[in-house]
């Protein structure tokens, strides 16, 4: 092998092993980005649960309290009433809202916050919030409860379940399946219902956005 033969060949040679260097270099450097970006997104993530959390033990209390000054500040007014399954509460309201074109001011949810209360089973938050530990959404992004009485035809559910910025809380009852089974003479063993409420985190804290209404 000649002089020049040798030197073309120790050339590849090292423009080879740079060439690898650089490629190992450059997709280390990738993975190391996507890893931080991942941090972020999980600590993005972690943050916000942490603001739901405590705005949801906030909820709690305000419910606990039935205290409507500070129900009210989940609502941004005037509340759409499409927003919520709501017929008849009572006369006044009803003409009230249908005079302000279905819309309803925080004069008016305060002013007749015990019938929407009743109206909306709201006594279900409470319940809510006794079967399930807000807590543990920190770890697990839906928690679920029933309670189930024996020799009753229904029983209650309860669900709280965070996706991304939302989170929705329902309560409800269902038929009971062994009560069903013991008693199949019966068509209709529970009247079932449910309530959801959906709420979303803006800035730190959570607004409500709607409310559907099943049974």
């Not at 209709?188 to 409310?211: D, H, M, P, Y």
């Amino acid at each position: 092998m000649n002089k020049f033969v040798y030197f073309i060949w120790l050339l590849l040679l090292v423009s080879a092993g740079c060439n690898q260097q650089s490629g190992s270099e450059k997709n280390g450097s990738a993975v190391t980005m996507k890893k931080g970006l991942q941090e972020q997104n999980e600590d993005s993530i972690a943050a916000k649960r942490i603001l739901m959390i405590a705005e949801l033990q906030r909820m709690q209390q305000a419910f606990i309290a039935k205290d409507v000054n500070q129900i009210e500040k989940y609502f941004d007014f005037p509340l759409a009433d499409s927003s919520m399954s709501m017929f008849d509460v009572n006369e006044e309201f009803d003409q009230v809202r249908k005079t302000n074109g279905g819309m309803i001011s925080r004069e008016l949810f305060i002013k007749n916050f015990n019938d929407i209360y009743d109206y909306f089973q709201m006594g279900g938050f409470n319940d809510l919030f006794k079967a399930v530990n807000v807590a543990e959404l920190k770890t697990n992004p839906k928690l679920e409860s029933e309670s189930h009485v024996e020799d009753e035809g229904c029983y209650s559910f309860y669900i709280i379940q965070i996706d991304g910025d939302t989170v929705s809380l329902q309560y409800g009852t269902n038929s009971d399946p062994k009560y069903r089974e013991a008693h199949p003479d019966q068509e209709e063993v529970c009247g079932e219902s449910a309530q959801q409420w959906t709420f979303k985190l803006e800035g730190n804290r959570l607004r409500f956005i709607k409310e559907v209404t099943a049974g």
